[in-house]
């Protein structure tokens, strides 16, 4: 029985900022964000979406009645979490009506919580073919107005069915992980920006790729000949690339040019949205399967996955015959052309709105919200969702 992804989608809030304005505004040279970076836009998340809302949003783009009734495991992915106790998960299963025999959790490990949710959603459903299971990876990462991660800011969230039979991509089995204790990124209850030693953030993403992909080549016996193209975690995009970098001339000529060619597509996406953490390797996903026309039924993918603190992961799957049929390519670009630029002031005073943290109550304004599932406010400490169709 082959097992992986039946659907995938992402979604993104209505606003952005050009990194090159941005750029300015921190008197820095715009090339540095722009092609050091690899970030054009950035995608900014109003007060009336967070995480719960994306992820909500995300998976309203793939769902169909059929899905509703058979999802029986709701996987929430991310790091930047509403609630210390109660999961993402459950908000989202309410709002988006699933059926009620199911099991809801939220999954932490920095950027790699939504890969944990695919490895899990894929015991499950060997154990229970007939169910699909919903993954989310969902997130705002903020790191702060004027420090060295603003660039690499973003919000979004992508949403996958995990199910047998899959119409866009099988997973294979042989994966390969590491975890180790390091401090290159954290974020403390008391903290709504995150802590990072970025130089030393980006040095072990690389170990860990390197650590992971030798580890995989034992166990599988495949090399780098043998793959399409890979997909990384994108914390921004110029990332991805350095990793490749470092493994690229084990593959012939022909390989280096195509696994070189589709990493522009793959990055396309995250570079006019920005980090979204949990979700970054799926859109990354997302954007190659949409934007590569090397691809085709057969070809091999290879994911790599990383969460500081952290966790690496290398997985691969292969693509289904006619793929393409399933994907959301159209509404995709809808929603990248219906966003609007906001100015490096508007952006710097929706960074600084928070939700009151003291019991006390209050309405959003949502009127230029155009998503269908918003955060309309907050009364006795409990955020109010509202699901425009219900
Ligand atoms: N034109 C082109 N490139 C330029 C440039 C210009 N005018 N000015 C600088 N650059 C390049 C630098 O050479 C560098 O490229 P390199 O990394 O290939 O050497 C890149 O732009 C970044 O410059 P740098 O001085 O290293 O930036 P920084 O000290 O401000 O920090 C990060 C960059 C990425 C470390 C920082 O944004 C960060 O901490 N981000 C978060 C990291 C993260 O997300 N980690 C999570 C786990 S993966």
Redesign the pocket.
Request: with cysteine; proline share 5%; glycine share 10%.
């Given at each position: 029985m082959k097992i992986g992804i039946d659907k995938i989608g992402f979604f993104a809030p209505h606003m952005y900022v050009d990194m090159n304005k941005l750029a300015v505004a921190r008197n820095?040279?715009?090339?540095?964000?722009?092609?050091?970076?690899g970030q054009e836009k950035m995608a900014i998340a109003p007060i009336t979406q967070d995480p719960v809302t994306l992820a909500a949003n995300a998976a309203l783009m793939i769902l169909d009645e059929t899905d509703r009734g058979k999802i029986d495991f709701v996987i929430f992915g991310t790091e930047s979490g509403i609630d210390n106790s109660k999961s993402g998960a459950v908000y989202v299963h309410h709002l988006l009506g699933l059926n009620p025999n199911a099991r809801s959790i939220e999954v932490k490990q920095?950027?790699y919580g939504a890969t944990a949710g695919i490895q899990m959603a894929k015991g499950h459903i060997a154990l229970n073919p007939e169910s699909r299971v919903l993954v989310l990876g969902s997130d705002i990462?903020r790191?702060g107005l004027n420090?060295?991660?603003?660039?690499?800011q973003g919000a979004g969230a992508v949403a996958m069915v995990i199910s047998a039979e899959p119409k866009i991509m099988a997973l294979e089995n042989k994966s390969a992980y590491l975890t180790a204790d390091i401090m290159?990124?954290w974020r403390p209850v008391y903290s709504d920006t995150?802590f990072?030693?970025?130089?030393f953030?980006?040095e072990?993403?690389i170990h860990f790729f390197t650590t992971v992909w030798e580890q995989y080549k034992n166990k599988s016996g495949l090399e780098l000949n043998n793959f399409e193209a890979i997909c990384f975690?994108l914390?921004?995009t110029?990332?991805g690339l350095?990793a490749l970098r470092t493994v690229i001339e084990e593959a012939d000529e022909a390989t280096q040019e195509k696994l070189l060619a589709n990493y522009q597509s793959s990055t396309t996406y995250n570079r006019n949205i920005g980090?979204i953490y949990t979700g970054s390797l799926y859109l990354s996903l997302v954007s190659l399967l949409e934007q590569s026309e090397q691809l085709k039924e057969g070809s091999r993918i290879g994911l790599y996955s990383?969460?500081?603190g952290?966790v690496g992961e290398f997985f691969t799957g292969i693509l289904q015959p006619n793929y393409r049929d399933y994907l959301q390519t159209k509404s995709h670009a809808e929603l990248f052309a219906s966003r609007t630029e906001i100015s490096i002031e508007e952006y710097e005073e929706v960074f600084q709105q928070t939700i009151p943290v003291d019991g006390s109550t209050a309405t959003f304004d949502a009127t230029k919200d155009p998503a269908t599932i918003y955060l309309a406010g907050m009364k006795d400490n409990m955020r109010q969702y509202v699901n425009k169709t219900h």
């Open positions: 820095v040279e715009p090339e540095k964000f722009t092609i050091g970076i920095a950027c990462a790191y420090t060295s991660g603003e660039s690499t290159d990124f995150a990072v030693d970025g130089k953030s980006n072990q993403y975690h914390p921004y110029k990332m350095k980090n990383y969460g500081s952290a």
